[in-house]
């Protein structure tokens, strides 16, 4: 089946130690999200691709960076990790037209030592 | 402003029990509307989309949701739930960019307990 990947599952790193997260894709999808979900809470976009094009979200934090190297692929770079960004990290898909669905990954589950 | 209500934070209901969730959109223009079920520890998986036509949309797992556009709702419903619908249901419009791009306004979800 066709479907958004993400890896890992579970990340735990330390306080201010670089991380990044995975997202692939089979979907052949123009446009890869990542959004940050703490507990309870609604998903929070943080930036888009769509295509090569990046879209930051105007308060995503500077600590976020993300690359998109091919169309499968998407990456979340945290740069310097701090106790507020434990949360579960989530890429989903679109085909970015108007009336397209966006699909979910699993997501990463990430906890700062 | 472009918003997304779920007035409801918590439904419990029992298995068996008919079930409504409800959800309130402003936006201007005519509305993509979706709703996701997100089971603990996972994503998010599409229960059912409306774009246009007819005003009651069927999802997957028996559930089915109807736009009325003269309450800016889009409530989602179920005639009989299952102890497996235990969720986080969030409602969500989706908002057209420039480039065609969407983009998601989510409610804050409404968390299902289903006792047996």
């Known amino acids: 089946d066709a479907m958004v990947i993400q890896n890992p599952r579970y990340q735990v790193t330390q306080f201010g130690k670089p991380v990044t997260l995975s997202c692939s894709q089979t979907l052949n999808h123009n446009v890869m999200y990542w959004y940050q979900q703490k507990s309870s809470q609604a998903p929070k976009l943080l930036f888009h691709?769509?295509?090569?094009?990046?879209?930051n979200e105007a308060d995503t934090p500077d600590n976020f960076q993300s690359r998109r190297p091919n169309t499968s692929f998407c990456f979340l770079d945290i740069r310097s990790p701090g106790l507020g960004d434990a949360a579960m990290y989530l890429c989903a898909t679109s085909r970015g037209r108007h009336n397209q669905p966006q699909h979910f990954g699993d997501g990463t589950r990430l906890s700062i030592l | 402003a472009q918003s997304v209500t779920q007035p409801d934070i918590h439904i419990t209901v029992s298995e068996g029990a008919s079930l409504e969730l409800r959800c309130n959109y402003s936006y201007g223009a005519t509305p993509y509307l979706f709703w996701y079920v997100q089971s603990p520890g996972q994503g998010l998986q599409l229960l059912l989309k409306?774009?246009?036509?007819?005003?009651l949309v069927q999802g997957i797992k028996g559930f089915e949701a109807e736009f009325k556009r003269s309450q800016s709702s889009f409530n989602l419903r179920k005639p009989s739930v299952h102890w497996s619908d235990a969720a986080e249901y969030f409602c969500?419009?989706?908002?057209?960019?420039?480039?065609?791009?969407?983009?998601?306004?989510f409610g804050t979800g409404t968390r299902l307990k289903v006792l047996a």
């Open positions: 409306y774009f246009s036509g007819d005003t």
């Open positions: 691709y769509y295509d090569k094009d990046f879209n």
């Open positions: 969500a419009v989706g908002l057209g960019g420039t480039s065609g791009t969407y983009k998601y306004i």
